[in-house]
């Protein structure tokens, strides 16, 4: 039976799922260092992650039998996706799922933030009353600024906007603004006319080490800063340093340059134990609701794949769906090169052989095609040999119709 491995505990949900297009599902609670996940996955045709596991090209080169891959969470900066599509490997995330917990985690940190409610959370703790409005402020009235209008952006800036607050936004690509939000032509400009900042980018290379000394001190003095995007785009000892001399009012981060791969480890940051901070270890999407509805969209988007070769919402692979008819006897699933010609060459395989195609579909992204072609003939097996022989080939999959 093959295998499907599934590392740092996703959501049981996607279990049932796999095993019901014949995968017998194996759990790692923990991320695994290269090695490690290389023996890990021997024999393992799918594969999913959570942040924590890294898989690189090496992982990849040394599996050849892998399929795909799953991460469960929003980012997929954690897989090497040119080294996926090089070896035909299809990769697939969550983009949706939870982005509703995030921003409902952002609303909480902007309201505690602004009512300085660690400050006086602590101090109860340690036994002294501090009953006093010194620094607390509604959020009614004040402008929020959002660095990167996407599907967690639009939506914090639907329910800021429901509070009270005013919207600014910068993105890089063109978004629609939502409500009465105000897209700003800059960063900058974000930054100067906000009393609250909050990055939300995606986990580009191009996105490391965006916030930094500079764009601190374009913000307003006293202003609140949150970071529920990715570690490598802070410069936290810049942040520490606008914490202290007071230019940052207070800041909430939920994601650190350099984190523990497993519960319980030990976790180092300057900016601990500094006053009006809110750290919390990467759970800007780890709800219930939230990590049910990833192993559902996940899950389901793996299993479809081994089911059908259809490659809708993958990251890497030119997204193809295609149904079948009912003379569709065999699909093939073709992963290649994207060099001129492929199609012809592919075709004249099928028609030198006698194979009768059914239906047929080919995308290309980069330098990766895509192409599914349905047959209602035998398949020759001289056929699999002229396709498996060509230089631009990459994967090639077989899947027989089941017939009810």
């Not at 002294?128 to 010194?134: D, L, N, Q, R």
């Not at 897209?183 to 995606?202: A, G, K, P, Q, T």
């Not at 492929?342 to 006698?354: D, K, S, Y």
Request: include cysteine; glycine fraction near 8%; charge should be negative.
């Amino acid at each position: 039976m093959s295998k499907a491995l599934l590392l740092e505990n996703p959501h049981v949900e996607a279990d049932p799922l796999l095993e019901a297009v014949g995968l017998d599902v194996h759990r790692h609670p923990g991320a695994l260092e290269e090695d490690d996940l290389i023996d890990a996955l021997r024999g393992v045709r799918v594969l999913g992650i959570r942040s924590a596991t890294t898989v690189t090209s090496r992982v990849i080169a040394a599996n050849p039998q892998l399929e795909a891959i799953g991460a469960f969470c929003i980012g997929t900066n954690q897989v090497d996706l040119r080294a996926a599509s090089r070896h035909g490997v299809a990769v697939f995330n969550a983009p949706f799922s939870n982005t509703r917990s995030v921003v409902e985690l952002a609303i909480g940190e902007i309201i505690a933030l602004m009512r300085r409610l660690t400050e006086r959370d602590r101090a109860l703790h340690f036994g002294v009353w501090e009953k006093s409005a010194s620094g607390a402020h509604e959020v009614r009235g004040l402008t929020l600024g959002i660095i990167g209008y996407g599907n967690i952006g639009t939506q914090l800036s639907v329910v800021a906007e429901a509070l009270g607050m005013r919207v600014l936004f910068f993105d890089t690509a063109e978004r629609l603004a939502l409500g009465n939000a105000k897209r700003c032509r800059s960063m900058s400009e974000v930054l100067r006319n906000s009393d609250i900042v909050s990055l939300h980018v995606d986990g580009k290379a191009r996105n490391a080490g965006l916030f930094g000394a500079r764009e601190f001190a374009q913000m307003r003095r006293g202003s609140i800063f949150l970071n529920l995007s990715r570690g490598f785009v802070v410069d936290t000892a810049a942040l520490r340093a606008n914490i202290i001399d007071g230019h940052i009012a207070g800041a909430a981060v939920d994601v650190f340059p350099d984190e523990p791969r497993r519960n319980g480890d030990a976790f180092e940051s300057e900016l601990r134990g500094l006053p009006n901070v809110i750290l919390t270890p990467h759970i800007g999407g780890s709800t219930q609701e939230a990590q049910e509805s990833i192993a559902q969209f996940v899950g389901n988007k793996l299993a479809t794949y081994v089911r059908t070769a259809s490659t809708d919402m993958s990251v890497n692979l030119p997204r193809l769906t295609l149904d079948p008819s009912e003379n569709t006897r065999f699909r093939l699933a073709y992963v290649h090169r994207n060099t001129p010609g492929v199609l012809a060459l592919v075709n004249q395989a099928f028609a030198e052989h006698g194979a009768n195609i059914e239906g047929q579909i080919l995308g290309t992204a980069g330098e990766t095609g895509y192409m599914i072609t349905d047959l209602s003939s035998q398949l020759p097996d001289e056929v699999l040999e002229a396709l498996r022989g060509m230089d631009d080939t990459i994967r090639l999959r077989v899947l027989e119709r089941q017939r009810r």
